[in-house]
Structures are given as structure tokens and as C-alpha cells.
């Protein structure tokens, strides 16, 4: 009995340690290390007529798009923007995609998500294809990639999708979630129904 107790204190103090360790560590991020994604705003929004942005990418049904500020981020979060708007939208016309892009760069703004993209996109629960292990961990490409690359770099370019400037949510059409108490449905786009907080 006594060489039990002689482990147990030992063993509880590693594992004290152990814990404070792992807490220490999962609190590093980027914000620790002095990285802040890099943000230009330009003068002016200049609304794009719908012919225009037409000729080059998007349907004819495209909603109204207009240009605001070119974001600047690292290749990790470029990466987890690029993933997420994929993964979440890649059927999608390229308003939709970049509509996911940009909500998931308002949460960015909003902060209640996380302070970059990645903790935004793996926060828990809040985009559907982070919680399959097939597809956090898929090689992508294939159909639907190169509009989707296409999409994020018109978003960071500066493209946007007017009236989602508090575009906070968003769910597929065949999805009926009671989001009414703390959201409002501000847009429709292919598929997805995009909401702003109250």
C-alpha cells in the first residue's frame, strides 16, 4: 500500500504538469507570435455592373457584386479559406462561393470564431465538412476547383456580394434550422440562404 502511494503523488504531479503544458501550448496561435492578417482598404466601393463581372466568371442570375478592400493573408489561411469555400460550396455558382468566402471572413472580423480563418473554419461545429474525417483530411481538386480558386481570389481581389456585409450564416435550401430568434434571412444564392445577425 505504501509503494502505491509513493507512485500516485509523483504520477499526479506529471500529470498536472502535463495538463497545464498542453493548455500553454494550444493557447499559441498566431495572434501570440505577432502575426495579424494584413488588411488594405481601398477609398472607395465601386459597384461592378453585372455585364461586366458576367464576361469574365459567374452566371447571368448573378446577384449584385460590388469591390470593397483586397485582404491580404498568410498561405495557411489561404489555404483554410480556399478548403472551406470548396468543400462547402464548389457546386455552387461563383457568387455562392465567394458569398461562403465572405461570411467566413466576417466571423474572422466578428472574432467570436476565431482571430484567423483556420480557427474561423475548425471552429467546433460551424462548417458541416470539418467534422468528416474523409475530407478535413482529402487531397483536393477535381471538379469544381479551379472555379473555387477562381472565387477566392476575386474575394480577396476585393469582390464582395452586396448585402452580406453582415453575412454571418448560411444553410442549404433543403435545411430548415429555427435561426429566426437570433438571425434574419438576408440573401438567397444557388443553393444556400445567408443570414445576419439581429
Given at each position: 500500500?505504501?509503494?502505491?502511494?509513493?507512485f500516485?503523488?509523483?504520477?499526479?504531479?506529471?500529470?498536472?504538469?502535463?495538463?497545464?503544458?498542453?493548455?500553454?501550448?494550444?493557447?499559441?496561435?498566431?495572434?501570440?507570435?505577432?502575426?495579424?492578417p494584413?488588411?488594405?482598404?481601398?477609398e472607395t466601393?465601386?459597384?461592378?455592373?453585372?455585364?461586366?463581372?458576367?464576361?469574365?466568371?459567374?452566371?447571368?442570375?448573378?446577384?449584385?457584386?460590388?469591390?470593397?478592400?483586397?485582404?491580404?493573408?498568410?498561405?495557411?489561411?489561404?489555404?483554410?479559406?480556399?478548403?472551406?469555400?470548396?468543400?462547402e460550396?464548389?457546386?455552387?455558382?461563383?457568387?455562392?462561393?465567394?458569398?461562403?468566402?465572405?461570411?467566413?471572413?466576417?466571423?474572422?472580423?466578428d472574432?467570436?470564431?476565431?482571430?484567423?480563418i483556420?480557427?474561423?473554419?475548425?471552429?467546433?461545429?460551424?462548417?458541416?465538412?470539418?467534422?468528416?474525417?474523409?475530407?478535413?483530411?482529402r487531397?483536393?481538386?477535381?471538379?469544381?476547383?479551379?472555379?473555387?480558386?477562381?472565387?477566392?481570389?476575386?474575394?480577396?481581389?476585393?469582390?464582395?456580394?452586396?448585402?452580406?456585409?453582415?453575412g454571418?450564416?448560411?444553410h442549404?435550401?433543403?435545411?430548415?434550422?429555427?435561426?429566426?430568434?437570433?438571425?434574419?434571412?438576408?440573401?438567397?444564392?444557388?443553393?444556400?440562404?445567408?443570414?445576419?445577425?439581429?
Open positions: 500500500m505504501i509503494i502505491k502511494r509513493v500516485l503523488a509523483p504520477m499526479f504531479l506529471l500529470l498536472l504538469w502535463a495538463s497545464f503544458l498542453a493548455l500553454f501550448v494550444s493557447s499559441l496561435d498566431d495572434s501570440t507570435l505577432g502575426y495579424q494584413e488588411v488594405f482598404q481601398v466601393s465601386i459597384e461592378i455592373p453585372k455585364t461586366e463581372l458576367n464576361k469574365t466568371r459567374g452566371s447571368n442570375k448573378s446577384p449584385e457584386l460590388l469591390v470593397a478592400e483586397a485582404i491580404l493573408i498568410s498561405d495557411r489561411e489561404k489555404t483554410c479559406l480556399i478548403r472551406n469555400v470548396f468543400f460550396a464548389g457546386s455552387e455558382p461563383h457568387e455562392g462561393k465567394i458569398a461562403v468566402a465572405q461570411v467566413t471572413w466576417n466571423r474572422v472580423k472574432g467570436r470564431w476565431g482571430k484567423d483556420c480557427q474561423v473554419v475548425y471552429a467546433p461545429g460551424q462548417f458541416s465538412w470539418t467534422v468528416e474525417a474523409d475530407k478535413r483530411n487531397k483536393i481538386g477535381g471538379p469544381g476547383w479551379e472555379p473555387t480558386l477562381e472565387a477566392v481570389e476575386d474575394f480577396l481581389g476585393g469582390v464582395r456580394v452586396v448585402r452580406l456585409e453582415r454571418m450564416f448560411f442549404a435550401t433543403h435545411v430548415r434550422p429555427n435561426w429566426n430568434k437570433f438571425a434574419e434571412k438576408v440573401r438567397e444564392i444557388g443553393n444556400h440562404i445567408f443570414y445576419a445577425l439581429k
